[in-house]
């Protein structure tokens, strides 16, 4: 039987799980978590991101703090925000929703971030210990991958699992963490040949390439669980449609699962960017985190966080 995974429903439920454990800390007059979210410049869509981070952190008992600077801010003006932000007390998330306009360089302004602040877990120090299999903030939107993964399918090892796309935010801490699942991993990019025949090898398959619906029913191996991290706008008879990189309906015919677009990893980014801030906080205060945090949202034998 086909299954659509599930992901904004799930997401729904561990944000409430999320808010429970919000709320358990701020009764015992611990701590509330505080995320603060920068956003520089005017993009529509990352406008929309940052404005749903905030208002999702709030509904789950947080704090939440906005930054909004223009398109032009010198790169100085930004690293003392952040440097103001990492000795904020009450702030205990940072991100800085990308992407950035040019004349700020990324990586500067990420390497800025205190590591235990990171809750995009795209500092360094964070990418490393995903690589090492230590603990650190893993990155959200492989996260929300890895844990429908194993909602879906449970146990992920001896699985060949094909990632499409080797982004720093995506494809290459999605490969770090399905090895750590002991699944067989190949990573395949822009220059990889006989792409078809590989997703064809692929028993998980996760696609996130930004090519709109580049991957057919036909590419797919029959029974595969398949996860659509795109989200690309197309313009279809006077209307933007948001679309995958999967054509859902040829591959809903051949695969055992797919995530949706939307509805299937987007919200569990979300989701996962206040579990890091849960996290963080909870390391930040010497308070133990609810490991268990995950399977009692979902109530089954789902990922945890690392
Ligand atoms: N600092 C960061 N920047 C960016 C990240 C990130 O994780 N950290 N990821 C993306 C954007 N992103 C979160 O920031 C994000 C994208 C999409 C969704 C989502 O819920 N999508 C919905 C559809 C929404 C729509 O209509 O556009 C879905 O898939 O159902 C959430 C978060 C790049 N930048
Ligand atoms: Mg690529």
């Known amino acids: 039987m086909f299954v659509r995974i599930d992901g904004k429903a799930l997401a729904a439920r561990l944000r409430e799980e999320i808010g429970r454990q919000v709320s358990r800390l701020r009764q015992h ?12 410049g005017e993009d529509p869509a990352s406008q929309v991101y940052v404005r749903n981070k905030a208002t999702q952190a709030r509904e789950a008992g947080m704090s939440s703090f906005e930054y909004r600077l223009a398109d032009s801010v010198p790169q100085t003006k930004l690293l003392d925000l952040i440097e103001r932000l990492n000795r904020d007390p009450e702030v205990h998330g940072i991100l800085v929703q990308l992407p950035l306009p040019p004349q700020v360089e990324e ?3 990420i390497q800025a971030i205190d590591p235990g602040k990171d809750i995009d877990g795209f500092h360094p120090i964070n990418v490393g210990q995903v690589a090492i299999g230590g603990p650190g903030l893993v990155p959200c939107t492989p996260l929300g991958c890895l844990m429908l993964l194993k909602h879906q399918l449970v146990d992920l090892s001896g699985q060949h699992a094909v990632v499409l796309g080797r982004s720093n935010i995506v494809g290459k801490p999605m490969a770090s963490l399905l090895l750590r699942e002991d699944c067989t991993v190949t990573v395949a990019h822009s220059r990889t040949r006989q792409l078809e025949d590989l997703c064809r090898q692929a ?6 390439v930004g090519r709109p619906q580049l991957i057919k029913g036909d ?6 669980t398949v996860i659509d991290v795109g989200i690309n706008r197309v313009e279809a008879e006077g209307r933007t449609r948001l679309v995958g990189d999967v054509d859902f309906a040829t591959a809903s015919d051949v695969a055992a699962a797919i995530t949706p677009v939307p509805g299937g990893v987007g919200p569990m980014t979300i989701a996962c960017l206040l579990l890091n801030t ?3 906080t909870c390391h930040q205060y010497d308070i133990p985190f609810p490991d268990d945090i995950v399977s009692r949202a979902w109530g089954d034998t789902t990922a945890e966080p690392t």
Do not use: E
């Open 29 to 40: 007059d611990l701590v509330t978590p505080g995320l603060a979210v920068i956003l520089v």
């Open 107 to 109: 990586s500067g302004v």
């Open 203 to 208: 028993d998980i398959l996760v696609a996130a």
């Open 219 to 224: 590419w797919i191996k029959p029974g595969a």
């Open 278 to 280: 849960l996290q963080a």
